[in-house]
């Protein structure tokens, strides 16, 4: 496939190495080479089968209209656009493309996810809980995108209100979220911690290979399994 990427940084740099390994033509852009969306033209996106995008929020939207616009299947690892999710999904829609979207595409995250929504059983059985989340010092955003859906994964499985989220910004640290559930008598850890980037640049670029011939608006939760 030929796949453009969108984002230098270091999870789009991760994703563009993993596309290589696995024989796809790849092309990245930097947001100065992608100004006011001057990459996303109908006329430069042509022979792309697949956008992905690891930008940042202040620009999605208008990444993610720009691709639809010129008919392109995208996979969208960038977070804190979630207020924009319905004008998203019907862009998607009323253009007839394929979208899946993820605030983490490693399938180890996705794991974790599951095991934290069995766990939320606890909250209703005199159990507090609270979310710690980790990254390095350059992450912009706080807190993660990934911690945000621990969050919403445990208030719809326990029906509680939102658990407390606590960040902090050190180091190289890749990514480590952590949920502590606490009683009288015991607690619970459950954590998840990202070793390298790796994980996330193979999940995007499998979600690239399975979005690539399909139409439709999609969280990664609901192919992960498949690839």
Known sequence: MKLLILGRGKTGSVVAEVARQ??????????????????????HLRDID???????????????????????????????????????KKSVEDHGTGFVYAANFSVGVNLFLEVARAAAAALGRDYSGQIFERHHIQKKDAPSGTAIALQHVLREAS???????????EGEVVGMHEVVLESA???IYLCHDAKSRQGFGDGAVRAAEWIASRKG???FKDVWREL
């Open 50 to 88: 697949v956008v992905i995008d690891f930008t940042a929020p202040s620009c999605i939207v208008a990444h993610i209209e720009a691709c639809t616009l010129a008919g392109k299947n995208m996979v969208v690892g960038t977070t804190g656009w979630d207020a924009e999710l319905d004008r998203v």
């Open 217 to 219: 608006f999609y969280h």
């Open 22 to 43: 696995r024989r796809h033509d790849v092309r990245v852009v930097g947001s100065r080479e992608n100004a006011a969306c001057a990459a996303l033209a109908p006329e």
């Open 185 to 187: 008598v015991d607690r």
């Open 159 to 169: 029906g509680k209100k939102e658990l407390e989220i606590t960040s902090f910004r």
